[in-house]
Structure formats: structure tokens, C-alpha cells
């Protein structure tokens, strides 16, 4: 389980620095839509993760919670380094932090830190909820096999 979450942990660690910081060359790190594709790069590792932890786990066909777990804690090992990149950047680059406070309903409280927070919690809660539909959608898919 530790492996599996690693892994791909890893992978999404790298894919959302790697897409963030290739929007940033090309100066659309503002657009906030762009975003969709984090959640795209999350959803795909999380399903390959749990699909491997299915494929290997031969529990109970009902053993959901331990599925939630490796999930979550795949989103973990992503989205806390993630976080933590995410705040060192937006302190030393005022420019978009600055934009991002003026597109913000509480402005001047959005900090680097807040916004960050704001990255982990999205990422936590999409975990959550996408991990429970995954791995049933995985039991389903192999009791019919």
C-alpha cells in the first residue's frame, strides 16, 4: 500500500509542479480555469493508484475504507509537497500573489500561506470524495470479471 501511494504521490507531486511551472513560463499561471487540468492530473493518478491497489489487494469485495485510505493517502504524499511549493513560490513572486489577492473575495487575507491551505483542502476533499466512487466503481468492475 505504502509503495502504491509513494509512487504515485510522487507522480502527482510532479505532474502539478511540472504543470504549474510550464504555465508560469508561458505567463498563464493567472488563469485560474487552468486549474481543470490539476484536477485532471489528480483524478488520473488516483484511479491508477487505486487500480493497482485493486489488482493486488484480494481482500473482501466490500473493503472500501481501506481503498479510501490508499487513496488519500496517495493524495497526501502529492498534494502536501505541492502545498508547501506552492507557498514558498507565491512568497517570493509578489507580481502573481498580488493578482491572485485582487481576484479574491477576501483580498488582502489571501496570503501565500491561506492560498496554499486553499490548495490542500481542494485536494483533500476531491480525494476523499473521488476515492470512495473509484474504488467502488473498481469492485464493481471486478466482481463482474
Known amino acids: 500500500m ?13 505532474g502539478f509542479t511540472g504543470f504549474f511551472l510550464l504555465m508560469h513560463f508561458f505567463h498563464l499561471s493567472e488563469n485560474y480555469y487552468l486549474r481543470v487540468f490539476n484536477g485532471i492530473i489528480h483524478l488520473s493518478l488516483l484511479w491508477l493508484a487505486l487500480r493497482e491497489w485493486t489488482r493486488g489487494h484480494h481482500g473482501a469485495a466490500s473493503d472500501n475504507a481501506s481503498g479510501v485510505v490508499v487513496g488519500i493517502f496517495t493524495t497526501l504524499v502529492g498534494v502536501i509537497p505541492f502545498t508547501v511549493f506552492m507557498a514558498i513560490f507565491l512568497s517570493f513572486d509578489p507580481v502573481l500573489m498580488a493578482y491572485i489577492q485582487r481576484q479574491s473575495p477576501i483580498g488582502e487575507l489571501f496570503t501565500p500561506i491561506t492560498s496554499s491551505l486553499f490548495i490542500f483542502v481542494e485536494g483533500l476533499g476531491l480525494s476523499l470524495i473521488a ?12 466482481s463482474q470479471a
Do not use: E, N, P
Open 2 to 14: 505504502k509503495q502504491i501511494a509513494f509512487r504515485y504521490g510522487l507522480m502527482m507531486f510532479l
Open 131 to 142: 476515492s470512495y466512487l473509484m474504488v467502488r466503481v473498481l469492485d464493481m468492475i471486478r
